[in-house]
């Protein structure tokens, strides 16, 4: 019984071990903002950056943001260029093709190289310039998409585009 004993309380421990690792935690576990964006098949979870975005702006003092589906398609054009042309626009182009649309206050945060949405938003609130967009207290629609770029060194590009 002495040298039965330890070989079945080992054997539990490792019954159990093994019964933790196989309910380890899935990507599809992990909350929107944090799945990897650098994939043919990944899309941003547009809710989801909505509601980051405007609670941080709520949190500031600035009104909520909605998604605009005219914003939206604008950003998925400008992040489908950008990673086209394997480089970031200019903001201030982007700026004023959307302004003669109607839209007025318009911001535009373009980058590359955040892999996840959460790596995005942080730089972002980082960035002087790229904060100011976030929090604009004019601003109450948006657009932001991302787009993949296999052969780019950075991979995801990003248009966040704001406007009243």
Not at 121 to 144: C, N, Q, V, Y
């Amino acid at each position: 019984m002495r040298r039965t004993l330890p070989r079945l309380l080992c054997l539990s421990a490792l019954a159990l071990l093994g019964a933790c690792a196989a309910q380890a935690p899935t990507s599809s576990a992990l909350p929107s903002i944090y799945l990897p964006l650098a994939s043919d098949s990944a899309h941003i979870d547009v809710e989801a950056a909505r509601d980051m975005i405007s609670s941080y702006r709520r949190n500031r003092g600035a009104p909520p943001l909605a998604v605009d589906p005219e914003l939206q398609r604008l950003a998925e054009a400008e992040a489908a260029a950008m990673a086209l042309a394997d480089r970031p626009s200019q903001a201030q182009t982007v700026k004023a093709a959307v302004q003669r649309l109607g839209y007025a206050d318009v911001n535009a945060n373009l980058s590359a190289g955040y892999h996840t949405l959460a790596e995005a938003f942080s730089g972002w609130r980082e960035s002087k310039p790229h904060d100011a967009t976030m929090l604009d207290p004019r601003a109450t629609k948006m657009g932001i998409a991302t787009a993949y770029a296999p052969g780019s060194k950075y991979k995801v590009y990003w248009a966040l585009l704001t406007a009243q």
